[in-house]
């Protein structure tokens, strides 16, 4: 089989890989280049010959889970080439689509883990990996009697940290791995656990009577980890409508308005004036779980950057006596201009700021378990602006450059 990084090899996100078999070419991941504050360049198609214009020439596209930065161009691809998605991630993003008005009219395979797809003389397989994505995927791919591990992002100290290890094993040893290497730019660090994190939290939370939570709505894992905090200082949980949409839409054992009886949702101002198809198909299922009286009961809030307005509202109806803001995403978004202007009205109404977060990427623990299990001959570094650290890890570590292809 042969390899080409796209795109990828000198960046952290908006990666693209190529690999190509005898009979079948893909490509994994196909997602948007991270924001930048410095940069005002739109998303728009990427002009891929045979991918997004002109004739078709690959067979599938494979995407590993729902964050931007993997899934977002996928609207991009050109009709007649399938797109294999898991099934849970796809629901994510197609709930993101809705809430943000974006469009994508590009159908999807549903892919389950560990069902083999395949795709002429390729066979596909997903194993659920530990991330900050909900369902992120490892793609094994296989022909010719090799194989190729594509770890898509990946971490060990998330709740799924022993499944991880478990679905390496089951992987076993691989020709070629191509590895995300986001925490390579900080070798030294050493990430916290979500146990952990959890129990932060809920020290911090004993300090509050409100607390508001601004993070990823896709990040379950953060979720269970601050509605446990939550449950253990005596506060009502109560979710923004995007998430409790997003939760609803999951796994039964997460966190969610509707079978929870310790959670609720908040219905931002900002969607009265939403269409009324749009109130009746993601607004009107969760009426029934809202409640305005609980804002003057201790609570914690996941809330988003839109929602200055909303806070300011409580704070004049005096809903807040002793309230924080807790920020638990990566810091680097933290140079957006709306996010910057909404931490700086909350901090004007009297709200305490926090710091709070675990990273959704491995430290070098995570990439030695990868190494040590899998075995490879050759890794590839990519989603990474630190290629080279690859080497200090990775024995069989070779560092390209975009567009450059191998052959195993």
Not at 44 to 62: E, M, S
Not at 162 to 186: A, M, N, P
């Amino acid at each position: 089989m042969k390899v080409k990084i796209i795109k990828g090899t000198n960046q952290i996100g908006g990666c693209i890989t190529e690999i190509t078999s005898k009979k079948a070419r893909i490509i994994i991941d196909f997602g948007e280049d991270l924001p930048n504050p410095e940069s005002n360049i739109p998303k728009t198609n990427p002009l891929i010959d045979g991918l997004t214009t002109g004739t078709k020439k690959y067979d599938a596209v494979i995407i590993t889970h729902s964050h931007g930065d993997h899934i977002g161009l996928i609207k991009y691809v050109l009709a007649d080439i399938p797109i294999y998605v898991e099934k849970e991630s796809k629901k994510i993003y197609d709930l993101l689509n809705a809430f943000t008005y974006q469009e994508n009219n590009h159908p999807t395979q549903d892919v389950d883990f560990q069902k083999p797809i395949i795709i002429k003389d390729m066979q596909i397989t997903f194993f659920i990996t530990d991330h900050s994505s909900y369902n992120s995927a490892m793609v094994l791919v296989e022909s010719e009697g090799q194989k190729i591990l594509h770890t898509g992002d990946y971490r060990n100290h998330g709740r799924k940290c022993k499944i991880f290890k478990k679905k390496l094993q089951e992987i076993g040893e691989v020709d070629l791995l191509i590895t995300e290497g986001t925490t390579l730019s900080r070798p030294k660090e050493k990430y916290q656990t979500e146990e952990e994190l959890e129990r932060a939290a809920t020290t911090l939370f004993k300090k509050y009577n409100q607390v508001f939570i601004l993070q990823a709505s896709t990040n379950i894992d953060r979720i269970v980890s601050f509605y446990k905090a939550s449950k253990k200082t005596h506060k009502v949980f109560i979710e923004d409508i995007f998430t409790a949409n997003i939760t609803n839409a999951l796994n039964a054992k997460i966190p969610t308005p509707k079978t929870f009886a310790d959670v609720y949702t908040w219905i931002p101002l900002k969607y009265n004036n939403k269409p009324t198809s749009f109130k009746e198909k993601y607004l009107s299922p969760f009426k029934d779980y809202t409640n305005s009286s609980v804002v003057f009961k201790d609570f914690t809030m996941l809330v988003k950057a839109s929602m200055l307005k909303d806070i300011q509202k409580l704070a004049a109806k005096k809903a807040l006596t002793n309230a924080c803001l807790v920020y638990s995403m990566w810091e680097g978004y933290l140079d957006q201009e709306g996010l910057s202007q909404f931490i700086a009205g909350v901090k004007a109404l009297g709200i305490d700021y926090h710091f709070l977060h675990t990273s959704g990427h491995g430290d070098d623990t995570a990439r030695k378990i990868v190494e040590e299990i899998t075995k490879p001959k050759i890794t590839i570094p990519i989603h990474t602006e630190n290629k080279e650290a690859a080497t200090q890890i990775f024995k069989s570590a070779l560092i390209l450059d975009d567009g450059e292809e191998i052959e195993i």
